[in-house]
């Protein structure tokens, strides 16, 4: 019962965080599609194969077809965030962009973005805290693509560290030929989208 408990607790911590996050890198005001595009798009931000292997789609293609579910897994937390205006019949939002705003969802990051925050933005020798880089961060303009860049150094090593373990595990063949078959799907994909 304590593990469920736990569990239940680590996944609306995720979700939260995941809101959150999407919130600093959309506009003040948005859509409901904007939004989960934005937090189905986060797990592949900085993974390289976005560039070269997959299809450009792939985030919209997950959005599309589930946005009654997006909307059930997530309205909860949009309708009790007072920083957020849930506009549910139009499936529009707006979010406050003010410094102070972003502040506090800067505050309420994952500790690991947070750290990877300051660590780009605290140039070498300054020795920054993390809370008087993220209150820097709250009132630059670049807030959302410095939340970005945060984001991909994160994400971008793990995938590195899974497409060499995809080589060793399946054997060069085997990886040349299924990688192959995702340049022609990415491929299929940009057909489709430029006619």
């Not at 595009?37 to 293609?61: H, P, Q």
């Not at 997006?70 to 549910?88: A, C, D, H, M």
């Not at 780009?120 to 008087?132: A, H, T, Y």
Request: charged share 25%; glycine share 6%.
């Amino acid at each position: 019962m304590n593990e469920n408990v736990a569990l239940r607790s680590a996944l609306d911590k995720n979700l939260r965080s995941a809101v959150t996050t999407a919130f600093l890198m959309l506009p003040e005001s948005f859509s409901e599609e904007d939004l989960f595009l934005e937090i189905a798009g986060l797990s592949y931000s900085g993974d390289f194969r976005m560039v070269v292997g997959e299809d450009k789609a792939k985030v919209l293609n997950i959005v599309k077809p589930n946005m009654a579910h997006f909307r059930e897994l997530y309205g909860s937390i949009l309708q009790e965030n007072p920083q957020v205006v849930y506009k549910i019949q139009q499936g529009r939002l707006e979010i406050d962009k003010s410094p102070e705003g972003q502040f506090t969802q800067l505050m309420t990051l994952p500790k690991s973005l947070q750290r990877q925050i300051n660590h780009i933005m605290d140039p070498p020798g300054k020795n920054r805290d993390v809370e008087e880089t993220l209150l820097k961060v709250a009132h630059d303009p670049d807030c959302g693509e410095v939340v970005r860049l945060g984001l991909s150094a994160i994400v971008r090593p793990s995938s590195m560290r899974q497409s060499t373990k995809g080589i060793f595990t399946a054997g060069i063949k085997k990886s040349v030929i299924y990688s192959s078959l995702k340049l022609h799907k990415m491929w299929k994909g940009w057909l489709r989208k430029t006619s």
